[in-house]
């Protein structure tokens, strides 16, 4: 290799942050260094330069981390570049120089470059200039750590692409793939070529039709000038003479419109003045109803006035009988008062006295019940010293009573307490016996349990790879459904037009045949042969959806298509009976397919006149029969189920291509059995989810007997840590119960002696003695009780007298003052009644002067509305004559200006006449307008 590789340039390549170039001059050159020095990065620089793509092979992650990353002396580099030179002088590369640089280079933003001898190459150039040197890829002259072991312990297959490469075998195989893979690239190219001039082949007969239709249509259109040159002729002539007509019309039109125009101005003026009269008029009557209102409201003022001056002088009348009778009441009211203001004076006197004579008596009263009342306190004291001593010996006596019966309560409680904690401890073995049992049972249940789960997840499994497959399903269904929408197996001008419908440069509905029909796999050649390239023809609903799809492949020059729009097709079915009833026919072509029921037009056009037979022996003998009898013209051609067709004529298509596309009705038949598997699919998919509920509900069912059988297994544990807490309890209660009883036996004896040393007390002299003294003080209160209450009774008396003497004087006051005040309002009334009867006076009056001036607006009021009404019925008389003649003017404007646009229209049908003509006969003039008829 050192003659070969002769020096060595690196620059920031791993750890080279420097340039370092490396001269080779020896045989044998050797590297040595410790570890970390850049030995390998050397290795890994030789084989990056020598094209190797893989990072992972030069020990990286990425293709950037063989740049220098950076180091605390220098900073990481933007770009790493390895150069080699081979000395070539023996031509061992193929290349005719002396010597070989190769240079690769990389940059930060990942981009590459590479050169041979400072021409730019790819890295492929690189390996097929060093291909069969052991330099390329995999070769043998850079051996790793590693490699001898993994030479020795490799498959024979690897092995042998090691021996391969030393041999030189290597180049070869590779020149020998990349001709096959340039052979099967020519061979698809032929096989579009061979599509191509299929299609010219089947597009050549229409051509020569469409040919001969063309020469029909120049004959045609030669006629057709001809005879329009001659209607030309009439028409222009016509509308000539209809204009001259029309002008004459229209002159004797404008002077009657003139004529009518000056009488509608006359009648408009004498309106005018009839107008002015009648405006005078009403201004007149205006000031007049003004001058009659204002009279009018004058006449309701006084009206009112005068009513009011009335209904105010019946109210004073009143006013004045009811306060006279007013002041006669006062004045009896007023002597009243009088009198019960004496009789009160004399009664306060009386009870002034006798309250002067009680007191004394009720304060000695009071003297002889406070004595009583302190000698009592004194008893009372006594008395409650005796009964406390008595309640303390009868409370420590009913106190010894109880510790008796508390005594024997205890020893009846401490039997009952023992019958207890016999029968809990006996309660307490059973608990934990059902425990045990309970115990047992939730294991076993809870192995079953286990068991269960794991069938659940191997079902849970199933269903999951189910799942799986049915998305998969769904996936290709997908997949079938978009490659048979964008066209995928049509020809190029279905796949363009489709294309075009999906962007949205066309509107509407198109599907080819291919696509609509649903083929079973048994007639699927035949009904391809049958169709041929009427496959590709494309479905619209409408005629107008075709003819745009017709014009867009022509300003496009996306190709040719035939359309067939379902308004338009009209297929002619052959009849029922005749179809041939013989071993081999299968039916005919539109029976046999599937397709949605609004196709049938345009199925039946292509299809329906078309027998399916077994083989292509039956299709021959069916041509033979059909060609004696009646059947001839029913069917056109016959296809076989291998896909050879017969025509009528006795032509034969069959064989195969050597590389047979997917077309529309395979995609469509692929996609129907995809979705077939799919419907199996999903149908297994719900049969393993229903499973998988069913045992997930058993499964659930069990959890909730083992959580159920864990609940009471907690139930059992917990009944029975109550129960061993119940008995530690009523232990610990048994103790407690045991020194009560002690305690209570030790107070009861030292009551017992507290009551035999206590002395007796006399209560009954001391309760007569109490009884004797509250007797004598009861009576003292009962009559220091009727004194004070005699004297409160006198004092209240008092009181009261004294009010009322107040409110008879305050009342008398007021009685005096409501007299002088209905006297002032007596005069009052006398002088308002004299005013009134002054303004009444005066009011009469003015109502006379007004109603006069009334009368008079009114008379002239009516002369002026009479002659009104006389202006009013002649201007209604010019108007009506008027619109008469107004009328007459507008049916005369309407015919005047139907006329115009009758001779407008002329001109412009004469200018189009006249450009037509040119167009048909540029040399020919028009007929002269004399020439008219």
């Known amino acids: 290799m050192s003659l070969a590789l002769t020096r060595i340039r690196l620059h920031g390549f791993k750890t080279f942050a420097q340039r370092v170039e490396i001269e080779l001059a020896s045989n044998l050159t050797a590297i040595v260094g410790p570890n970390g020095c850049g030995k390998s990065n050397l290795v890994d620089a030789l084989i990056w330069a020598l094209g190797e793509a893989n990072v992972r092979t030069l020990r990286a992650q990425t293709p950037t981390e063989v740049l220098f990353s950076g180091s605390a002396a220098h900073k990481p580099l933007g770009l790493a570049e390895v150069a080699l030179w081979f000395n070539n002088e023996s031509r061992w590369l193929p290349l005719d120089v002396d010597e070989v640089q190769i240079t690769r280079r990389l940059y930060r933003s990942g981009e590459w470059e590479c050169w041979i001898n400072r021409t730019p190459a790819r890295l492929r ?9 052991g330099l390329g890829r995999g070769g043998y002259a850079i051996v790793g750590q590693g490699d001898i072991d993994a030479l020795l312990n490799a498959p024979p297959d690897e092995r042998r692409r090691w021996l391969e490469e030393v041999a030189g ?17 020519a061979r698809l190219h032929l096989t579009r070529v061979d599509d191509v001039l299929r299609e010219l082949e089947r597009q050549r007969e229409p051509l020569r039709h469409e040919a001969e239709r063309a020469l029909v249509y120049r004959e045609l259109q030669r006629q057709l000038a001809q005879l329009e040159r001659a209607s030309l002729r009439y028409e222009y002539r016509t509308l000539i003479q209809r204009a001259r007509e029309a002008h004459a019309e229209r002159d004797a039109l404008h002077a009657q419109i003139v004529q009518t125009e000056l009488a509608i101005a006359e009648q408009e003026a004498h309106a005018d003045a009839y ?24 006449e309701e003022r006084a009206l009112g006035e005068r009513n009011r001056l009335d209904e105010r002088e019946r109210a004073l009348a009143e006013l004045s009988q009811t306060l006279q009778e007013e002041a006669e009441s006062l004045r009896q009211q007023e002597q009243e008062r009088l009198a019960a203001l004496d009789a009160l004076e004399r009664e306060r006197q009386q009870v002034d006295a006798d309250a002067a004579r009680l007191a004394p008596e009720v304060q000695r009263a009071e003297a002889d019940a406070e004595q009583l009342r302190a000698r009592l306190r004194d008893i009372e004291r006594a008395y409650q010293a005796a009964l406390r001593q008595r309640a303390e010996h009868e409370q420590a006596r009913q106190q010894a009573e109880r510790l008796q019966q508390d005594a024997a309560q205890a020893q009846e409680q401490l039997r009952r307490l023992h019958a207890d904690a016999d029968a809990l401890q006996q309660t307490l073995t059973d608990a934990q016996a059902h425990e045990a049992a309970l115990q047992t049972q939730h294991d076993a249940l809870d192995a079953q349990q286990q068991a269960s789960e794991q069938s659940l997840q191997a079902m849970q499994r199933e269903a999951h790879r189910e799942q799986r497959t049915a998305e998969t399903l769904r996936a290709r269904v997908r997949a079938l459904d978009a490659s048979l929408h964008a066209g995928e197996g049509a020809s190029p001008a279905v796949r363009a037009l489709l294309h075009a419908v999906q962007r949205g440069d066309l509107q509407g509905e198109y599907l080819p045949v291919g696509a609509a029909l649903t083929v079973p796999d048994a007639y699927q050649a035949a009904i391809g042969a049958a169709l041929g390239g009427a496959v590709n023809d494309i479905l619209t609903p409408t005629e107008a959806e075709a003819r745009a799809a017709v014009e867009w492949l022509r300003t496009q020059r996306a190709g040719r298509l035939t359309f067939l729009p379902l308004d338009l097709v009209r297929p002619a079915d052959p009849p029922r009976d005749a179809v041939p009833r013989e071993a081999g026919v299968l039916g005919v072509a539109a029976d046999l397919v599937g397709y949605d029921p609004r196709f049938e037009p345009a199925v039946r056009h292509l299809l329906g006149r078309v027998l399916i037979v077994d083989a292509l022996e039956t299709a021959t003998r069916l041509v033979r029969q059909l060609r004696q009898g009646r059947g001839a013209s029913a069917f056109t051609r016959i296809a076989a ?13 069959g064989g195969a291509h050597a590389n047979e596309r997917n077309s529309l009705l395979s995609l469509k038949a692929e996609l129907e059995r995809a979705r077939a598997d799919l419907q199996q699919a999903e149908t297994r998919l719900r049969h393993a989810e229903t499973a998988l509920d069913a045992h997930r509900a058993q499964h659930a069912e069990r959890q909730q007997t083992l959580e159920s059988l864990r609940r009471q297994l907690r139930e059992a544990s917990q009944r029975r840590a109550r129960l061993e807490s ?58 220091l009780a009727d004194g004070r209450a005699r004297l409160q009774h006198l004092q209240h008396r008092q009181r009261e007298l004294h009010r009322q003497q107040e409110a008879e004087t305050r009342a008398l ?53 009479a002659e009104r009404q006389r202006l009013l019925e002649q201007s209604f008389a010019v108007n009506d004559r008027i619109r008469a003649l107004r009328i007459e003017l507008n049916q005369l404007a309407e015919r005047e200006r139907a006329l115009d646009l009758q001779h407008a229209r002329a001109e412009v049908r004469l200018t189009e006449l006249a450009e037509r003509w040119r167009q048909l006969a540029p040399d020919e003039p028009l007929p002269d307008a004399d020439d008219a008829p």
């Open 275 to 298: 107008g002015r009269d009648i405006a005078q008029l009403e201004s007149e009557m205006d000031t007049l109803r003004t001058v009659l209102q204002s009279q009018l409201t004058a």
């Open 641 to 653: 189920l291998d896909g050879a067709v017969v025509q009528l004529s006795g032509a034969i298509t």
């Open 726 to 783: 119940d008995l530690q309890q009523k232990r610990r209660e048994i103790q407690h119960h045991e020194t009560l009883l002690q305690r209570a036996q030790a107070q009861l004896a030292a009551l017992q002696a507290t009551l035999q040393a206590q002395p007796a007390t006399d209560l009954a002299a001391l309760e007569a003695e109490q009884e004797q003294l509250q007797r004598a003080l009861d009576a003292c209160m009962r009559a």
């Open 169 to 185: 075998v290597a180049l070869y195989r590779t020149r020998r793939k990349d001709a096959l893979r340039d052979l099967e690239s």
């Open 813 to 865: 006051e007021q009685l005096r003052q409501r007299q002088h005040s209905r006297a002032d309002r007596l005069n009052a009334l006398q002088q308002e009644q004299a005013q009134i009867a002054t303004q009444r006076a005066a009011i009469d009056a003015e109502l006379e002067r007004v109603r006069a001036q009334i009368q008079h607006a009114q008379a002239e009021l009516d002369a002026r509305r």
């Open 125 to 133: 150039d690189l390996s097929d200039l060093f291909a069969g040197t």
